[in-house]
């Protein structure tokens, strides 16, 4: 089957599956051997070299949805990161990454970079002219992630790519958060694509995972990273998110609907100081969401008025789960602070506009009248106890 000649829930489905040969089963087998022959074969496969038939089929799959020639999948989203990164800087490079990052890879460049005699520049814009300013002689890699984590902020992802192309330097671009249902950053310019596949590509919050995707050529180089970091996945978990693939744009249009009605209505309380989407109009990157994206994505986050407490309103939803991780089908939610950006200081995150108040809703599939519902109880119960106080 050609993937560039079919739709999206068919390439989710069909494309990278492994055909039951034996027995004929409408799905694929899983290969769970940690060992193979290396005599008479034409490929020496060994889990750690991503290339056991799980692997390998999983990775056709992947590269397929985000529109790469290649792809190779990891035991975790930071796995993916930390060894897309080592691959294309070493002592005496210089990188240039946007302010509005995932805490835990902040945490990877402050605490491991210097380390290792990388110098990098962070920018506190998303325009390409913020980027192109901290642009040295030694700079290797420009890196952004856009929806950001938490704020969703939106950066120019056509930008950055030919302003990178210019000048001969590598992009990374973190999807996670859009996805590939609602973006295809390569078909934008930017070479190499990652993802927590933990999130929307599993969806059912039961994997552990992350993915790279890019040109043979670049993804060559991450593998003789990759085979030595050893941050390959168990056969049976690749296993997992192919099934869980085959969902995954069913799955996002049910939560890009759901997030945009939740998003417009929350706008609209009085006990809601700000709402964070890019699929509102007062967003202020909402055009350039829309000329970059597919669908707005199931992620937004809201801040409460100061007089209601944020840790209290959580304790009291009873749909909604206060959860670490995000992009499930059931709807969670967090506070950043204690979560995903613990790792930065507090002067870190004032920075970015990440106050102890912000809360980041990940919108699942659930009915949103339900959703609605639980807001509104919790909402009812704090106030209550405020007027107690």
Same mark, same amino acid.
């Given at each position: 089957?050609?993937?560039?000649? #079919?739709?999206?829930?068919?390439?989710?489905?069909?494309? %990278?599956?492994?055909? !039951?040969?034996?027995?004929?089963?409408?799905?694929?087998?899983?290969?769970?051997?940690?060992?193979?022959?290396?005599?008479?074969?034409?490929?020496?496969?060994?889990?750690?070299?991503?290339?056991?038939?799980?692997?390998?089929?999983?990775?056709?799959?992947?590269?397929?949805?985000?529109?790469?020639?290649?792809?190779?999948?990891?035991?975790?989203?930071?796995?993916?990161i930390s060894?897309?990164?080592?691959?294309?800087?070493?002592?005496? !490079?210089?990188?240039?990454?946007?302010?509005?990052?995932?805490? %835990?890879?902040?945490?990877?460049?402050?605490?491991?970079?210097?380390?290792?005699?990388? =110098?990098?520049?962070?920018?506190?814009?998303?325009?390409?002219?913020?980027?192109?300013?901290?642009?040295?002689?030694?700079? /290797?890699?420009? *890196?952004?992630?856009?929806?950001?984590?938490?704020?969703?902020?939106?950066?120019?992802? +056509?930008?950055?790519? #030919?302003?990178?192309?210019?000048?001969?330097?590598?992009?990374?671009? !973190?999807?996670?958060?859009? &996805?590939?249902?609602?973006?295809?950053?390569?078909?934008?310019?930017?070479?190499?694509?990652?993802? &927590?596949?933990?999130?929307?590509?599993?969806?059912?919050?039961?994997?552990?995972?992350?993915?790279?995707?890019?040109?043979?050529?670049?993804?060559?180089?991450?593998?003789?990273?990759?085979?030595?970091? %050893?941050?390959?996945?168990?056969?049976?978990?690749?296993?997992?998110?192919?099934?869980s693939i085959?969902?995954?744009?069913?799955?996002?249009?049910?939560?890009?609907?759901?997030?945009?009605?939740?998003? /417009?209505?929350? =706008?609209k309380m009085?006990?809601?100081?700000?709402? *964070?989407?890019?699929?509102?109009?007062?967003?202020?990157?909402?055009?350039?969401?829309?000329?970059?994206? $597919?669908?707005?994505?199931?992620?937004? #986050?809201?801040?409460?008025?100061?007089?209601?407490?944020?840790?209290?309103?959580?304790?009291?939803?009873?749909?909604?789960?206060?959860?670490?991780?995000?992009?499930?089908?059931?709807?969670?939610?967090?506070?950043?602070?204690?979560? #995903?950006?613990?790792?930065?200081?507090? +002067? =870190?995150? $004032?920075?970015?506009?990440?106050?102890?108040?912000?809360?980041?809703?990940?919108?699942?599939?659930?009915?949103?009248?339900?959703?609605?519902?639980?807001?509104?109880?919790?909402?009812?119960?704090?106030?209550?106890?405020?007027?107690?106080?």
């Amino acid at each position: 089957m050609d993937s560039k000649k #079919s739709g999206f829930n068919t390439i989710c489905t069909h494309i %990278g599956e492994i055909e !039951d040969q034996q027995f004929k089963g409408a799905i694929s087998p899983i290969y769970l051997s940690t060992s193979y022959a290396f005599e008479d074969v034409d490929i020496k496969r060994y889990p750690r070299y991503f290339n056991t038939p799980n692997q390998e089929a999983l990775c056709k799959k992947i590269a397929a949805l985000e529109k790469g020639e290649s792809s190779l999948i990891f035991g975790s989203g930071m796995a993916a990161i930390s060894t897309s990164l080592f691959a294309f800087l070493q002592k005496g !490079d210089h990188i240039v990454l946007q302010r509005t990052l995932y805490g %835990g890879t902040a945490n990877l460049v402050n605490e491991e970079f210097g380390k290792h005699g990388i =110098e990098y520049s962070y920018v506190d814009s998303q325009t390409a002219e913020g980027f192109e300013e901290k642009i040295k002689s030694n700079t /290797k890699v420009i *890196y952004i992630e856009t929806p950001s984590n938490p704020l969703l902020t939106i950066t120019d992802i +056509e930008a950055i790519a #030919s302003l990178a192309r210019k000048r001969g330097i590598i992009t990374m671009i !973190d999807n996670t958060f859009a &996805s590939p249902v609602n973006q295809n950053p390569i078909e934008m310019g930017i070479d190499i694509v990652i993802h &927590s596949a933990t999130k929307y590509l599993g969806g059912h919050s039961d994997i552990l995972a992350g993915a790279v995707i890019s040109t043979k050529e670049h993804m060559d180089r991450i593998f003789q990273v990759a085979k030595n970091f %050893g941050g390959s996945l168990s056969d049976f978990t690749v296993w997992m998110l192919e099934r869980s693939i085959k969902t995954l744009g069913l799955r996002v249009k049910r939560q890009n609907k759901n997030a945009l009605k939740l998003a /417009k209505w929350l =706008e609209k309380m009085d006990d809601i100081a700000a709402v *964070y989407y890019p699929g509102l109009k007062t967003h202020p990157d909402h055009e350039l969401a829309k000329k970059q994206m $597919n669908g707005f994505g199931g992620m937004l #986050s809201f801040e409460l008025q100061e007089d209601l407490d944020a840790s209290l309103f959580q304790k009291e939803l009873k749909l909604i789960k206060s959860s670490m991780s995000l992009a499930g089908v059931e709807s969670t939610i967090l506070s950043p602070t204690l979560t #995903s950006h613990a790792l930065l200081t507090e +002067e =870190e995150r $004032n920075a970015q506009g990440i106050r102890d108040g912000l809360l980041r809703f990940s919108v699942g599939i659930e009915d949103k009248e339900d959703l609605m519902q639980d807001i509104l109880q919790a909402l009812k119960k704090i106030k209550a106890l405020a007027l107690q106080d």
